[in-house]
């Protein structure tokens, strides 16, 4: 628990010094708050109130007496500061008073040869609204000319789109057309090569039976060979039996 009245009135002015440097303006519950981090002292607000009071005073004769060095300081710039500030407003009055009288004087001979130069203001005025006039008959004719151009180019456009419709649309058939067509080219391959293999079969099967024609063949000069063998031999046998018989005769 904090203890009271044991703080003396001298070390609560040093801790508003302390909290003033720390730019933090002292006041009873920053005190209290000060000397309960310092060492846990306490002390009634009666006794922070005055001694705060007296630091006040002192604080407020000090801040006086810095404001009346500052101002013995700075008076003679402040002093000389006047002194140029109301001499470059002389001298820029006496400039400003010049350019009025310059410029009443160049009135005053602008209103003497007015006749003459609203005349010559009305001929260049009138001769520029000439000009005006024809340039915006020229603009006029461009701008029609571009008009019609315009016209022109959109019919142009639309004469493009509607027959880039017609060439998407025979486009589309002959996509149609070629997809067709490869259809068809890639059944008639497909019956080709069936045909090849059908081909390919039959001749194999000619291979064969010509090879089994040649054999039929081969074997049918051999038994006609045989034959006639055996008959020649029989010829000869009938023969040389006859020949036998008349010898015996």
Known sequence: MARKANIAKEEIIEACWILIEQNT???????????????????????LLNAITEWEETYREQQESDLSDLAEHIAPSVKRFSRDLVQSVSVLLDEKIRQHEDALSLRKASLEGRSDSLSEALTYTTDALQETRERLSERSARTQFLEEENEKLKQHQTDILARNRVLESELGLLKQQLNESDAKLNQAQVDLAKQDNQIDSLQVKLRDAQAELT??????????????KDTLTELRNITKSLGNKQGDA
Request: glycine share 6%; charged share 20%.
């Open 25 to 47: 303006f002292p006041n009873i519950p920053r005190l209290t708050e000060y000397f309960k981090r310092l060492d846990g002292r306490g002390c009634s607000n009666t006794t």
């Open 215 to 228: 054999q039929l063949k081969m074997n049918h000069v051999s038994q006609y060979d045989q034959s006639m």
